[in-house]
């Protein structure tokens, strides 16, 4: 068996993105998503610093410093993108104006509650972002994470044991194993590895899990991760 690895996780993510959709990609993870969008989708890909219609990193000869996006990389913009301010960039998130905000997680739990806060920063203490706006105002949250931890514990849980960013807002997550939707019933699983059995797909989770009637295998193109 073997698992996707991150860009192959954020490939699955961006092959259900459509056109038309409002897209905000969180920092980490979701971003990788904006470089697999398939060809002849037509999206705006929104950053909470204000820019509406951010596009591919920026090349070496096309570097403009003024010119970031949320994480501070340096972007370049689709054709009619625009620039807001901060409070309008927010205003839309808390509008309900974005289709589809993609974020990473730490913990999801079977209701849809959603644990994010980075932990780990020296000297900061615990940093949510904007990803707590975007999680309790965005129209669908859909999370890319890993299915368990390094030590093999689950992160989807029946319950999170981490501080919530947001209850109930997680509709889907997209990991290393499987796809699956959160459901007024629990966690219903869409896609799984082909050589992993529903036993197997349990075990690795700390929630209940249901399989649609037509689950079906998860799979991605090879991509290599960067050295």
Request: net charge negative.
């Amino acid at each position: 068996m073997q698992p996707l690895n991150r860009l192959q996780i954020a490939w699955r993510a961006a092959q259900d993105i459509d056109t038309g959709m409002l897209v905000n990609l969180g920092l980490g993870m979701p971003l990788a998503v904006a470089d697999y969008l398939r060809p002849e989708v037509d999206v705006f890909i929104q950053s909470e610093n204000g820019v509406i219609g951010v596009g591919p990193i920026a090349p070496p000869d096309r570097i403009d410093t003024d010119l970031v996006d949320a994480g501070s990389r340096r972007v370049t913009l689709r054709p009619g993108a625009a620039f807001v301010d901060s409070s309008w960039s927010f205003a839309m998130i808390r509008g309900g104006h974005i289709d589809v905000a993609v974020l990473g997680a730490f913990e999801v739990a079977q209701n849809g509650d959603l644990a994010n806060w980075d932990m780990r920063l020296p000297n900061k203490g615990p940093l949510v972002g904007g990803a707590m706006d975007l999680a309790a105002c965005a129209r669908s949250v859909w999370v890319i994470m890993e299915h368990t931890t390094r030590k093999g514990e689950p992160r989807l849980l029946d319950t999170c044991k981490l501080p919530l960013t947001a209850v109930r807002c997680v509709t889907r997550i997209y990991t290393d194993l499987a796809v699956i939707d959160v459901t007024p019933a629990g966690m219903v699983v869409r896609e799984k590895l082909d050589d992993m059995n529903e036993a197997e797909l349990r075990a690795r989770t700390g929630a209940p899990l249901a399989f649609a009637s037509d689950c079906k295998p998860l799979t991605a193109p090879a991509i290599a991760l960067p050295d």
